[in-house]
């Protein structure tokens, strides 16, 4: 995804990316606590501090190997530890902790799309990096929504999906989860996720679209 750019746009991406992947952990665990888990609240892992979050291998060697060798930025931060063992109910529980990381996701293309018309407001040797900045926030975080949602464990479409399903066929669809990982670089590589997140983008670029015309529209009329 950021193959092509030079060393300037890299720094440019990296504060979206980090804010996105702490995000989503940060949500996670938060959900966690609230289905009775207190596990990252007692590790220090609700925290927005990225020192918190960082894998070595995950955080700074797999995305510096991806980016100099393939067409997209891969990789991870430590993820939020969780002691299921804390829910009255593991199966929900699960479930809404998956779906927090999406949804964290798509409030933070909100975010970044509102953040982008700022433009007009800073110094115009800001008006560049802004705009780049917010791309890289909005991209990075419509990229992680459609990888997340794939029905493939251990990804949170994976857990939503085995959330719903019965014991026998949860233990069939379980087998598949120590491949998971090796799956999803397939499709990356092959760019067979290419047209999902592209029809996804246009999805959400369309929400944003009436969403920060109507947000104007209301700011305009408490001028008035």
Same mark, same amino acid.
């Given at each position: ?143 992680? *929504? /459609?990888?997340? !949602? $794939?029905?493939?464990?251990? =990804?949170? @479409?994976?857990?939503? #999906?085995? %959330? ?18 090796? *799956? /999803?670089?397939? !499709? $990356?590589?092959?760019?067979? =996720?290419? @047209?999902?997140?592209? #029809?996804? %983008? ?23």
């Amino acid at each position: 995804m950021f193959g092509n750019f030079d060393f300037s746009y890299v720094l440019l991406a990296i504060p979206p990316v980090m804010l996105s992947l702490v995000m989503r952990e940060i949500a996670r665990g938060y959900v966690a606590y609230r289905c009775g888990d207190p596990t990252a609240l007692q590790f220090g892992r609700l925290t927005l501090n990225p020192m918190a979050h960082i894998d070595l291998i995950g955080t700074i060697i797999v995305p510096a190997l991806s980016l100099a060798l393939t067409p997209f930025v891969y990789g991870w931060v430590r993820p939020i530890p969780i002691n299921a063992r804390n829910f009255k109910n593991v199966r929900s529980a699960r479930r809404w902790i998956a779906v927090a990381g999406p949804v964290t996701n798509l409030i933070l293309v909100y975010f970044w799309a509102m953040l982008s018309f700022l433009g007009g407001a800073v110094p115009e040797a800001y008006v560049d990096p802004l705009t780049i900045m917010t791309q890289f926030g909005m991209t990075i975080n419509i990229v992680l *929504i /459609v990888i997340n !949602l $794939l029905p493939i464990l251990p =990804l949170d @479409g994976g857990v939503i #999906l085995d %959330s719903f399903l019965n014991a026998k066929w949860s233990m069939k669809f379980r087998q598949i989860e120590p491949y998971g990982t090796w *799956i /999803v670089l397939a !499709l $990356l590589l092959t760019g067979a =996720l290419s @047209g999902l997140i592209d #029809l996804f %983008s246009l999805m959400i670029g369309s929400s944003v679209s009436i969403f920060t015309a109507l947000i104007l529209a209301g700011i305009a009329d408490l001028v008035k």
